[in-house]
């Protein structure tokens, strides 16, 4: 089975440039969640849709960040214009509907550098 | 909304020593405690997980314990091996959906 796909893995931009993540679930995982991790730290939510719809994005700064999930499969994650602080790692995870293990699958993530 | 602290942030073992991580958790509500494995540049995977009705989980070398009135839980790692070494996180989540990470803590097993 093909695990969570994510690109680019890694991004070198220059700050107030755009930037886009793109993420593949696990067919079948209808649930699919954007994290950001910083260095050091444990992945923070930016966004969780569940199919197409994005049913918590409390923790995404809209003044700069936009996701979409068209289809309710692929996702991609846009930072516009990008600021030095958002240089971190963002991760896209999947888990599927209705799961008792609560599982989460990741993907290996896109490195973002913002110099 | 949930609040998760992990301690201690690094540690370093001798092999075939036994390595604990502790995290704590605010939400009473909350019934699941996964714990993932970061090995260096790659992404995090799922090791071992409990849930608020059970006290006590183990496979093989781990195990997890949960103690839901003083809400704590602990990795515990038997018999350490350099392979062991990465960054490790505790979770916990209410609904199944929701997840709430710990800081991490990085082990290192000297061999």
């Known amino acids: 089975e093909a695990g969570v796909v994510q690109s680019p893995r890694y991004k070198i931009i220059e700050k107030k440039q755009p930037v886009a993540f793109w993420c593949n679930p696990i067919?079948?995982?209808?649930?699919l969640y954007w994290y950001l991790q910083n260095l050091g730290q444990g992945p923070e939510l930016l966004i969780r849709?569940?199919?197409?719809?994005?049913?918590?994005d409390s923790q995404l700064p809209k003044d700069r960040f936009s996701a979409e999930r068209l289809k309710g499969v692929d996702s991609t994650l846009k930072i516009q214009p990008a600021e030095l602080g958002d240089s971190a790692v963002y991760l896209c995870?999947?888990?599927?509907?209705?799961?008792?293990?609560?599982?989460?699958?990741f993907g290996e993530g896109s490195r973002l550098t913002v110099l | 909304g949930e609040n998760v602290e992990q301690h201690p942030s690094t540690l370093s073992v001798q092999e075939g020593d036994s390595a604990v991580i502790k995290c704590t958790y605010s939400?009473?509500?909350?019934?699941?405690f996964p714990w993932y494995k970061q090995e260096l540049g790659k992404r995090p995977q799922l090791i071992i997980d409990?849930?608020?009705?059970?006290g006590e989980k183990k496979d093989q070398r781990i195990a997890v314990t949960l103690n839901k009135t003083a809400k704590h839980f602990s990795l515990h790692i038997t018999e350490t091996q350099p392979e062991d070494s990465a960054v490790y996180f505790c979770?916990?989540?209410?609904?199944?959906?929701?997840?709430?990470f710990g800081t991490g803590t990085s082990l290192t097993v000297i061999p």
């Open positions: 995870a999947s888990s599927p509907r209705g799961q008792n293990t609560g599982e989460l699958f």
């Open positions: 067919s079948g995982h209808n649930t």
């Open positions: 849709y569940e199919n197409e719809e994005a049913v918590d």
């Open positions: 979770a916990a989540s209410v609904t199944g959906n929701q997840f709430y």
């Open positions: 939400d009473s509500a909350s019934n699941y």
């Open positions: 409990i849930r608020s009705n059970v």
